[in-house]
Every structure is written in C-alpha cells, then in structure tokens.
C-alpha cells in the first residue's frame, strides 16, 4: 500500500501535463467539496474570516505603535515596513486556504486515518492538504492585501511593466516557499509521532518574526530566517529587491529557485515519511 501511494506521489509531480491538470482537478473538487461543507454552517464562516482581519490588523496596529516612537526601524520607513508585513501576510493567508488540510497529517498518522489516502486513486500528499479550507486565511489574504495597496501607493519605487512582473512572480514564489514549509513542517509528524503538530505549530510561530527586517536580529535568528527556514523570502526579500535596499536586494529575485528547491525536499521527505508510517496503532 505504501510503495502504491510512493507511486502515487511521484505521479503528482512527474505525471506530465496531462497527470497535472488531472490532479488541479481532482484537488479543486476536494476543496469545493469542503467549502459547501462550511457554507452550511454560514456564521461559522464569516467568523473565521473575521478573525482573520482581526489578526492582522492588531499586527498592523503593533507595528504602528512601534514605528509612531521610532520612525525609522534599522533605516526602514513605515510604509517600508507595511509592505514588508503585508507581502508575508498575503503568503501566509494563502496556505490555509488552499492546504489547510496539512494541518492535520499529524492526527492522521496518529489515529490510522492516513489509511483512506493511501488506498484512493490519488496522491496522497495531494488530499492530506485539501482536506480542510482555513477560511481564517481568506480574512488574513484580505487585510494583507489591503495594506500591500497602501504601501506600494507609498514606498519610493520607479514602476514599470518589468517591475510589475517580477514582483508577481515573486509574490507567488513567496506563497509556494510557504506551502512547501509548511508540508516540510507537518511532515517531521511522521518521526515525531505526536497527535499534534507541535513541532510545525512552533516553526510557524517563528516565521512570524520574517514579517520584519532582518537587519535588526542578532547573526543566529538571521541564519535561521534567511537560511535554515527561509520565511524571510516569502517578505523580506522580495520587498528589499522592489526598494533595492543594499546588500539584501540581490537575494529577493532566488525565491523562485528557493521555493522550488523546498518544494523537492518537501516531496522527498514526505515519500521518505510514507514508508515509515505503520497503519493504524502507529
């Protein structure tokens, strides 16, 4: 069943155009499926999302405190550090919307739920993260993207078509880092054997600390942000590369080959975490 479900994965990412529009719809399906389960419970729904906005509005809120006694933090502006802030709330807002499932591959191993995933016609890793919508994420992708309006309508950038592209191309780059993290994250479950996803719940928490310069962190938390678990290019960096602030400018424009390369460690471990799974008892 394993090695079916190992063959399975690779199929999700080596199956060729046609094994990949397969499985785009099959994993819209799972997702509109789990989203008219939501819709019938409808306060449900707008308190999630309402609590998103919430979220990141106190954030934004903190961040005003902050920048109204220190107008300048490490030579970024408040519109600097806005677009900063927003940039790793639109990347952080998508991942529950689209793969809030992943959250719970710990409570599968642990009850023998994985299971049901491993004996379906579909990659496995595919509806571990659509069986549930975070539609907390829908409230955060909303005020994120607000505060992104009203910080590029102010940071200091000479705009072209160029710009423009890049910029998208590396906002979706930052959103992919992010699920691969994320899968990266869940997927430890497999040898931490915990009904709960502490260890990924904990790394989550500490990418929040990339929604900041980096420049105001001591060597070992700029490692770790902007190396070991790079949240920092799913903000940070892509946001220097726009402003071209100094000498994190030029690492902005490698998210799109950082997020590719998290996402092949993401699909390897998760193969490797398959064969240590051991049914229902593990």
């Known amino acids: 069943m394993v090695a079916e479900s190992d063959r399975q994965s690779k199929v999700l990412f080596w199956g060729g155009w046609a094994g990949v529009r397969r499985n785009a719809?099959?994993?819209?399906?799972?997702?509109?499926?789990?989203?008219?389960?939501?819709l019938e419970y409808v306060s449900d729904f707008w308190i999630l999302i309402a609590a998103g906005i919430v979220t990141q509005s106190l954030g934004l809120v903190f961040l005003s405190v902050v920048m109204a006694r220190v107008p300048h933090l490490n030579g970024w502006s408040y519109p600097e550090m806005v677009l900063i802030y927003a940039l790793a709330g639109v990347s952080s807002g998508v991942v529950p919307v689209i793969s809030d499932g992943i959250w719970q591959l710990a409570s599968f191993i642990h009850n023998g739920q994985l299971d049901y995933a491993l004996t379906r016609p579909a990659?496995?890793?595919?509806?571990?993260?659509?069986?549930?919508?975070?539609?907390?994420?829908?409230?955060?992708?909303?005020?994120?993207?607000?505060?992104?309006?009203?910080?590029?309508?102010?940071v200091d950038v000479h705009w072209t078509p160029l710009n423009v592209l890049i910029l998208l191309v590396l906002m979706i780059s930052g959103i992919a880092l992010r699920l691969a993290m994320c899968v990266v994250a869940n997927t430890v479950s497999f040898w931490l054997r915990m009904p709960m996803?502490?260890?990924?719940?904990?790394?989550?928490?500490?990418?929040?600390?990339?929604?900041?310069?980096?420049?105001?962190?001591?060597?070992?938390?700029?490692?770790?942000?902007?190396?070991?678990?790079?949240?920092?290019?799913?903000?940070?960096?892509?946001?220097?590369?726009l402003l071209d602030r100094g000498g994190y400018a030029w690492?902005?424009?490698?998210?799109?080959?950082?997020?590719?390369?998290?996402?092949?460690?993401?699909?390897?471990?998760?193969?490797?975490?398959?064969?240590?799974?051991?049914?229902?008892?593990?």
């Open 25 to 38: 719809r099959l994993y819209r399906r799972s997702l509109g499926a789990v989203v008219r389960a939501v």
């Open 123 to 154: 990659p496995p890793l595919m509806q571990v993260m659509s069986a549930w919508v975070g539609f907390n994420g829908v409230g955060d992708l909303v005020a994120s993207a607000a505060m992104l309006t009203w910080a590029l309508t102010r």
């Open 251 to 282: 690492l902005g424009i490698l998210t799109p080959v950082v997020a590719a390369a998290w996402w092949f460690f993401a699909v390897y471990l998760f193969r490797r975490g398959l064969r240590r799974y051991e049914s229902a008892g593990h």
């Open 197 to 241: 996803p502490m260890f990924a719940m904990t790394a989550w928490q500490v990418g929040e600390l990339a929604r900041y310069p980096l420049g105001i962190y001591g060597f070992g938390l700029r490692f770790l942000l902007g190396a070991a678990a790079p949240f920092a290019f799913a903000g940070f960096f892509p946001a220097a590369w």
